[in-house]
């Protein structure tokens, strides 16, 4: 259903975790749910997670804006605080992004395909997008932010993008239910994040199938710099392998698009 009210007891009903979502903080709106939990000075509980109806400041990656209309979507944003997650902080991006892509093909049945780093798009349009942030005392990670926006009841999605928006209503004909796609996707992050630690291959292995630019041209871009070359994998840390002519890079953040673009 499209009830324009999220139903937190439904919700609840179908959250089947042991630390994602044990503490919840609903709010109507706030600035950003990721500030939110990078800025407190608080414990937060590892898996809290704090959603919000309105994000009147939504940040993306490589300091974009996210915009998201008012109680239609999901915009929320877990924090991590148990250091044996941090290992390898570019795999939980990778959780991240198939827990979301998963959800939705289970629910919904959509093809979803994976983007590096962390974008889940349907029929080449981007559908959800997930912004990690971290905070350190000296060299430690001492907690992680993972913040996610999937685009759920929005038909419309005026201003520029650099890849065009789209929604679940947009993709699919049947009932949408925000509560459940929510715990789905917490249901499905704990359990990759339970891979990562104990399955790591397995969790690579997944993104990777869902991934169709390994092995295309590509180009990527940073700032004002383009490069051209091929995707040729993603490593165990999660970071992009890039041939240009002989020589191969370990790509750590940018934006890839298959060349032609
Ligand atoms: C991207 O694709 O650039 C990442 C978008 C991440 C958006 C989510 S919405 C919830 C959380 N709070 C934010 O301010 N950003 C993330």
Redesign the pocket.
């Known amino acids: 259903m499209s009830d324009i009210n999220f139903n937190l007891e439904e919700f609840n009903l179908q959250l089947d975790t042991h630390f994602i979502g044990t503490n919840i903080y609903f709010l109507d709106h706030v ?5 939110y939990l990078m800025s407190r000075n608080e414990d937060f509980e590892n898996g809290t997670v704090v959603i ?1 109806e309105t ?1 009147t ?6 300091d ?1 804006t ?1 915009l ?1 209309d008012p109680k239609v979507n999901l ?3 877990i924090a991590l605080t148990k250091k044996d997650l941090f290992t390898s902080p570019a795999m939980i991006n990778f959780a991240a992004s198939l827990a979301v892509a998963n959800a939705l093909q289970n629910l919904f049945q959509l093809p979803v395909e994976l983007k590096w780093p ?2 889940v798009l349907v029929k080449g349009k ?1 559908i ?4 990690m942030e971290s905070i350190s005392a000296g060299s430690e990670i001492t907690r992680m932010v993972v ?3 999937i685009n759920v009841n929005q038909s419309n999605f005026p201003g520029k993008y650099l890849i065009l928006p789209t929604s679940v209503k947009n993709e699919y004909r049947g009932p949408i239910s925000r509560e459940r796609i929510l715990s789905e996707v917490l249901n499905l992050f704990e359990q990759y994040l339970g891979f990562l630690k104990f399955d790591k291959k397995m969790l690579l292995q997944s993104w990777k199938e869902k991934c169709r630019m390994i092995g295309e041209k590509v180009k990527i871009e940073s700032g004002d710099t383009q490069r051209f070359g091929v995707f040729v994998d993603v490593d165990e840390d999660g970071f992009l392998l890039f041939r240009e002519g002989a020589q191969t890079s370990k790509i750590t953040f940018g934006d890839v698009s298959l060349r032609g673009q």
Not at 128 to 131: E, F, P, R, T, Y
């Open positions: 600035e950003s749910t990721n500030s919000a994000q400041k939504g940040r993306g990656r490589l974009r996210w998201s915009t929320f944003s962390n974008d981007k959800s997008g997930i912004l913040g996610f926006g």
